[in-house]
């Protein structure tokens, strides 16, 4: 009986659960009896068994539950169209048909009642997955041809030409036995079709973007497709390809009532289009006939994307980025160039010498010298002196500069002292700078050179006199800023500066690889607004609910560590520097203090960071094309209205909703905590106790202020995509939130200023380490109590008091193993930490930091298929993130960094 009704079983499925979804919504499927189902599915294909027509309606309702009632009503709506419309009716058959095909291979036919009812869950998705859909396509355009289907009226909004090349195309995929409309095919091909694993959240299929772009498609005339003869003048017709893409919102309902954390799932086709067709052009295309019907509503909410070729010429903020940066080349270039000519010039005017030229015997010829022993003169006749005085060996007189001292035992003859020795003397290395007055009768007494020897001692190549060392120009030596054989050894270097910290350079290093971890999963992933970039965004869900994913959650804390050493170090070196200026309180060194200590933080900073952002904000766009690009970059495009809020560092707490580089307020909060901290550190230099009362009350202040923001807008880290920004504007971003881990930072500066050197017993160290190992293990994977599936939501109250005082007691944490390690009771962590590799990076970390970012949005941004989310895969890209990142960041450094922190020297020259 069931294999009779076929044609009507397979579309039942969504047709009658469609139809009591759209029509009787107020009314639920668990309300109706087991005959009103059956009634149900009676009335459309004349089944009277009740539990045979209960459970393909049950089956239905399953699946209209699955993938919305608004999807099931754009299906039921073209469906239903065959009962009035003939055309349509024909379209309705010959889905039908491969429906009716995809139900036979699927072999449910041969299911009995109770596997109806038990896997009527499975019923609807096993028989769509055995749907041949580029048939059921190809079907229907050869009924009549595509203009049938979709006829061109006088409300369709779309240019002629597009309409027709499109038809044509639609016309051209039908001859499959024509060589000469291969290209069709390809295009065809290269269009996204609805894809397998919708329910995972495999929304998106993208096609093949550059196959579509390499097409070039063209209709010959008097050729016969689509029921019509190409005998038009506007034959033959030739034209390229273009890619758009279309994207539309889905009821979250598709994916199961998942909460996607305010994430809004999208449905994405590429699609493969002639060259005359615009984005406007595709809007009037999804509402044609047949496919308008079939849309329905959901075309007018469809956004389209035609990415155009873009040309830098065109763009003035790009054009002069370009020249900018050329500019910045070029002083490179010059630079490196310069330095490298007064190399040459230096090794030119060095003699080479080698240690067996260190000793000559007078006398001697050039090849008998080249023989001599290392360390060991050769004898040779000397007629004696006597004490006379003759032009010949003993006047005193200056010739060629030569200056001769006979009872000096010694001529200085070109730099080189000719001195008698006693007969065997060997002479040692060490002794480079001979007395000759210490020799025994050297001076008023009588001498026998039968005992003696007479040596050329040269001076050691380490003690020879050099070339007179110029001074470099203003204009040199700002050249040799930029200069790479200067800055790459610098960057490079693993020696730290005499009396650093060395433990800070591993701290920084794996704090910035931990943001850089957390920001794996954002940038790129989860910031493209038109596209869903995962093919599995649902299992994206379970990842976060485990324990391992908390410390990814927990990556905010790297910035507190950030904030803390920023402090420690400001307390440290300032304090020295103020109780130098106690001792001297003049106003000129007063003031002259107070301009350099802004100054230097303005111009450490700045220089970079805004050469970073005209890129960021000017020339994104032309880094990289795909089919996953998107219209806009929203931050970059707010670079051209609010970028003077980061000049300012003042984008934290101005047009907070239009941030330029959205991860610059960290840059924010540092420079305000910078600002404001001079006056602490006044209060210090008085009174080290009054100046550590105000530090402890600004901490104070900003745990309470964190408290109460928190309890406010209760947020975290899985509501900044649904609470419309409250808590990353208010809260998260805002300098009295976050000022408390910058005091800790600040009373540990205190402590290194008071006590450089301190001895911890085993029993302080064993407790100190102990603390702050477990409690920065339980602020970090104690999210897990609520994240975890069936977790209890925190209260507004504790959630409150972690964000307040999470982020202080994590600073103290570190804040101890900076002590620890400094005072020589760090054993293997300071090990690690200071180790030599680290250096380098750690001095990139910077501009590690603020290109981080742009590196991921640009790899995501142009792949050509989608990423999967699994551990494996993103440890992949979190290491390919960070490779390239610090590659990046060697050059941003060497371009932008080391050469201003040299010109600063220049600038203000010796006087800090």
């Known amino acids: 009986m069931i294999m009779t009704c076929v044609k009507k079983f397979i579309p039942l499925i969504l047709v009658v659960s469609s139809a009591f979804s759209v029509c009787h919504g107020k009314v639920t499927a668990q309300n109706m009896s087991v005959g009103d189902k059956a009634r149900w599915v009676g009335n459309f294909v004349g089944i009277d068994q009740p539990s045979i027509g209960a459970s393909m309606y049950d089956a239905g309702a399953h699946l209209v539950s699955k993938v919305g009632a608004q999807a099931a009503g754009i299906i039921l709506g073209g469906m239903l169209q065959g009962t009035k419309d003939p055309t349509a009716g024909r379209v309705a058959d010959v889905v039908l048909d491969h429906l009716s095909d995809a139900y036979n291979k699927s072999g449910v036919g041969k299911w009995n009642r109770t596997m109806l009812r038990d896997h009527q869950s499975q019923l609807g998705g096993l028989i769509l997955s055995k749907m041949d859909f580029v ?34 195309v639609l016309d051209a995929v039908n001859e499959m036995q024509r060589s000469d409309l291969a290209w069709a095919r390809v295009m065809f091909d290269a269009t996204g079709k609805i894809p397998s694993g919708v329910l ?129 080349g070029l002083l490179v270039l010059c630079g490196t160039v310069y330095e490298f000519r007064q190399e040459i010039k230096k090794s030119a005017q060095m003699k080479p010498k080698s240690e067996s030229d260190h000793y ?60 008698e020795l006693p007969a065997g003397y060997m002479h040692h290395k060490e002794d480079n700078q001979f007395n000759p007055s210490a020799i025994p009768n050297g001076n008023n007494a009588e001498t026998d050179t039968n005992k003696f020897i007479t040596v050329n001692i040269k001076p050691h190549p380490s003690t020879e006199a050099t070339p007179h060392k110029t001074r470099d120009s203003t204009l040199g030596a700002i050249l040799k800023s930029f200069s790479i054989i200067t ?82 170090l400001l307390a440290f070196i300032q304090l020295k520097q103020m109780a130098k200026l106690k001792k001297d309180p003049e106003p000129g060194k007063i003031g002259y203090y107070v301009f350099y200590y802004y100054f230097h933080r303005f111009w450490r900073l700045t220089p970079m960071y805004m050469m970073i952002l005209m890129i960021y904000t000017c020339l994104t766009t032309y880094l990289g094309d795909g089919p996953m690009w998107p219209k806009q970059i929203e931050s970059a495009q707010n670079c051209r209205e609010s970028w003077w809020t980061n000049l300012l560092y003042v984008n934290n707490l101005v047009l907070v909703n239009k941030q330029c580089m959205a991860w610059s307020w960290f840059l924010a909060n540092d420079m305000q905590f910078y600002v404001v901290s001079i006056v602490l550190l006044f209060f210090l230099t008085v009174n080290i106790k009054l100046g550590s009362c105000f530090v402890f009350l600004l901490m104070t202040a900003g745990i309470v202020s964190a408290g109460v923001k928190e309890h406010t807008y209760n947020g975290s880290f899985f509501t900044m995509k649904s609470d419309g920004g409250a808590f990353w504007n208010n809260v998260y971003i805002t300098p009295w939130c976050r000022v408390a881990a910058f005091c800790v930072g600040l009373f540990l500066g205190i402590i290194f200023y008071k006590k450089p050197k301190a001895y911890l017993s085993r029993v302080k160290t064993f407790i100190g380490w102990s603390m702050a ?128 922190m040299a010109l600063e020297k220049i600038i203000v020259g010796g006087r800090k």
Request: hydrophobic share 40%.
């Open 135 to 168: 048939g059921t396509i190809h079907d229907i355009t050869r009924l009549g041809g595509a203009r049938m289907l979709m006829p061109l009226t006088k409300d369709s909004k779309m240019n002629k030409d597009c309409y027709e090349d499109a038809m044509d």
């Open 200 to 328: 995972r959240g495999h929304t998106t299929s993208l096609g093949s973007y550059d196959s579509c772009l390499a097409i070039h498609g063209r209709i010959p005339k008097n050729i016969v497709i689509g029921a019509l003869n190409k005998t038009a003048s506007r034959y033959p017709r030739e034209f390229d390809t273009k890619y758009c893409r279309a994207t539309m919102a889905l009821d979250p309902s598709v994916l199961g009532g998942l909460d996607t954390h305010g994430i809004h799932p999208l449905l994405t086709l590429g699609m493969c289009l002639p060259d005359s067709c615009k984005a406007e052009d595709v809007d009037g295309i999804l509402k044609l006939g047949f496919l308008g019907r079939v849309m329905g509503s959901s075309a007018d909410s469809t956004d389209v994307y035609c990415p155009e070729e873009r040309s830098i010429g065109d763009d003035t903020p790009a054009l002069a980025a370009v020249i900018i940066l050329s500019f910045f």
């Open 360 to 419: 000559d015997v007078i006398g001697k010829s050039k090849s008998e010298n080249e023989y001599t022993s290392f360390n060991k003169a050769y004898v040779h006749d000397e007629p004696k002196t006597n004490g006379d005085i003759s032009p010949q060996n003993g006047d005193i007189s200056k010739q060629n500069g030569d200056i001769s001292n006979q009872n000096g035992g010694g001529v200085i003859q070109n730099g080189n002292t000719n001195v």
């Open 773 to 900: 190992i477990s409690i920065g293990f339980t602020l970090v994977y104690c999210t897990y109590s609520e994240n975890k599936e069936n977790g209890e939501t925190w209260s507004r109250e504790f959630r409150a008091v972690y964000e307040s005082v999470g982020r202080p007691l994590w600073a103290a944490c570190v804040a101890w193993v900076i002590a620890a390690c400094h005072y020589g009771r760090g054993g293997i962590v300071n090990s690690i930490l200071s180790w030599s590799g680290l250096v380098p990076l750690s001095r990139m970390s910077y501009a590690a930091y603020l290109v981080h970012p742009m590196m991921m949005m640009i790899y995501v941004f142009s792949k050509r298929n989608l990423v999967y989310l699994a551990d494996f895969d993103v440890i992949y890209l979190f290491l390919g993130h960070t490779v390239m990142t610090f590659m990046t960041s060697f050059v941003a450094s060497l371009a932008f960094e080391a050469p201003f």
């Open 487 to 568: 800055n790459a050894p610098k960057l490079l270097s693993g020696k730290s500066g005499p009396g650093a910290i060395t433990c800070l350079h591993g701290i920084r290093f794996f704090s910035i690889t931990w943001i850089i971890l957390g920001h794996t999963y954002n940038y790129g992933l989860v910031t493209n607004p038109g596209v869903m970039t995962t093919i599995n965004f649902v299992d994206a869900v379970p990842m976060t609910q485990r324990f391992t994913y908390q410390a990814v959650v927990g990556a905010g804390y790297a910035v507190d560590t950030f904030y803390m050493i920023s402090g420690m």
